[in-house]
């Protein structure tokens, strides 16, 4: 991923137009330098194929990938399987924070439950991902129910240790203030581990998709028949390499989407909330 | 009546590194009658600042009694609020926020913490930055909303932990001017620990010098400087030169060396 197109440069806000001018013309060239190796590469495509005359079964035309994009576009199939891998990320990294981000702080918070559960999570940390398939698919057989399985638990165990860092983070007198103005165990929780601990659990949420996302082709592959994977798979069947290209690039391009529309921003609209955070705590 | 009564106060700690036992306080023991403004000064490392923690409750004394208008202090409690030296401001919460945010523990409705928290806003010089978020704000106003945030609650104690050592000297003289005109408004109990002696001088009725460690009360002494005070008149005073020079030949400071 590269770093310069996804950090635009962050400056103090100021009233004069000139700098906002300036921000979008260095965001606008950043996007264009984001761009420039796709756009080499596409067009070595449009020329390489057809001049050495490469065979359809070994490498698909430019043309014919978009071809099957646009039928798969107007008669909806494409957005059906966009749809299915997308809904199991949703509900498996819904699942991971709703049940990641609290059992985090109960770790952020308890040297006992941090000592007793850091073990098995470093041992689960070398297995995330596809290698709990075969399992999922035991415990939940072949469905939407075992990719979501590997969705939550790419996710579960990212954001279980970045809130656990980034509860321990929150500086003492931040917690002293807070007891000392009255706050109870559950309003802790609600108005100091939550917000203190947020911008690691977002930097852990967006790490944790990324595995996700990855796990998640590997899944439908194996366990369902639907989804952006299962597709990409059975077109192996046809020879189909068209559709094989265009599965990954949908793929790709879903996760910089993705990353660069939802996750980044909102990294990054939390570190500068909290900006002040790293100066006084430190 | 003293409100707030410190008993053969001892705390040991065993060091992470050596393993040894150190003793931060040997054996403290004051009181502040309630009104009054109360400076703890000693050498660095003699433990004032783990005394106030003890006030506080957010360390428990290894012996000794802290007594606060008559019952033990058993944790932190919002009758007694703490100005910190980093502020310790919530990052995430609007100046307005971080000020209400005592009186919504407390379950105080939303209304009623809004008119309080602007009262109080008034009253440290923050009107217009009710919406700002603490890293927006210059280290003077940071701590002006920490004082603001203990104010609010209108605490039995207000402990101060050298609450303008981060501060750049001249907004710190501003900021003791200020402090002290709210006090006199206000007069809520204060126990402020501090490194500076003009600073204890300045601000206080009574300073309490700590020895260094083993600690314990050196001296405690009354200032006769009539209030309201402002720097101007106080650098003048005949009562502070001789207070001053007492307390650093106690401390052991040569008077030209350590200023501001």
């Not at chain 1, 390489?48 to 798969?72: C, K, N």
């Not at chain 1, 689960?124 to 999922?136: H, K, M, R, T």
């Not at chain 1, 592959?221 to 069947?237: D, E, K, N, V």
């Amino acid at each position: 991923m590269t770093g310069i197109a996804l950090r635009p440069s962050r400056e103090p806000l100021s009233d004069s137009g000139r700098r906002q001018l300036a921000r979008r013309r260095a965001r606008l060239s950043s996007a264009a330098w984001f761009l420039s190796p796709f756009v080499v590469l596409v067009a070595l495509w449009a020329v390489l194929v057809p001049a050495l005359d490469v065979s359809p079964r070994t490498f698909p035309s430019l043309a014919s990938v978009w071809a099957v994009f646009t039928s798969g576009v107007t008669d909806g199939s494409l957005w059906t399987q966009v749809f299915a891998s997308l809904a199991r990320v949703g509900a498996g990294t819904g699942l991971a924070i709703a049940i990641g981000v609290p059992f985090g702080i109960l770790m952020g918070i308890s040297r006992g439950v941090s000592g007793f559960f850091s073990p098995l999570l470093r041992f689960s940390v070398a297995l995330a991902g596809i290698a709990w398939i075969p399992l999922a698919t035991l415990w939940l057989g072949y469905g939407t129910g075992a990719v979501v399985f590997i969705v939550f638990n790419a996710v579960f165990f990212a954001v279980v240790y970045t809130t656990m860092l980034g509860v321990r983070q929150i500086s003492t007198s931040l917690l002293r203030a807070a007891r000392s103005l009255g706050a109870g165990p559950g309003r802790m929780f609600v108005e100091i581990y939550l917000p203190g601990a947020a911008p690691s659990i977002v930097t852990g949420l967006r790490m944790g998709m990324g595995f996700a996302w990855r796990g998640l082709i590997a899944a439908e592959i194996i366990a369902t028949s639907s989804g952006l994977g299962y597709t990409l798979f059975l077109a192996r069947q046809y020879y189909e390499t068209d559709v094989i290209i265009l599965m990954m690039i949908t793929i790709g391009v879903l996760w910089l989407l993705m990353d660069r529309f939802l996750l980044a921003p909102l990294e990054r609209r939390t570190v500068e909330r909290w900006g002040a955070r790293r100066q006084v705590g430190t | 009546m003293s409100l707030l009564s410190v008993e053969n106060l001892n705390q040991v700690y065993t060091d992470a590194y050596t393993h040894e036992e150190m003793t931060a306080v040997g054996n403290v023991s004051f009181d502040i009658p309630e009104g009054q403004f109360i400076s703890l000064i000693g050498p660095s490392g003699c433990g004032k600042t783990t005394v106030l923690n003890i006030v506080a409750g957010f360390i428990r004394a290894s012996g000794g009694s802290v007594m606060l208008a008559g019952k033990p202090i058993s944790g932190p409690g919002p009758d007694r609020g703490v100005v910190f030296q980093d502020f310790a401001l919530f990052p995430w919460k609007s100046v307005e926020a971080n000020i209400a945010f005592g009186l919504k523990m407390r379950g105080v409705d939303k209304a009623e913490r809004k008119r309080r928290a602007r009262e109080v806003i008034e009253l440290v010089g923050l009107s217009g930055f009710e919406a700002k978020y603490p890293h927006e704000l210059s280290g003077g106003m940071r701590q002006r909303v920490g004082v603001a945030r203990v104010l609010a609650t209108e605490p039995t104690m207000m402990l101060m932990d050298e609450p303008f050592a981060s501060i750049d000297a001249q907004t710190r003289r501003v900021l003791q001017q200020e402090v002290l005109r709210i006090w006199e408004q206000e007069r809520p109990t204060v126990l402020f620990v501090t490194h500076d002696v003009d600073e204890a001088i300045f601000m206080s009725d009574r300073v309490i010098v700590l020895s260094s460690r083993p600690s314990a009360v050196q001296a405690d002494i009354e200032i006769p400087i009539p209030r309201p005070r402002t720097w101007s008149d106080v650098y003048a005073d005949p009562a502070f030169v001789r207070i001053r020079r007492e307390l650093m030949a106690m401390l052991g400071v040569d008077d030209d060396e350590k200023g501001s």
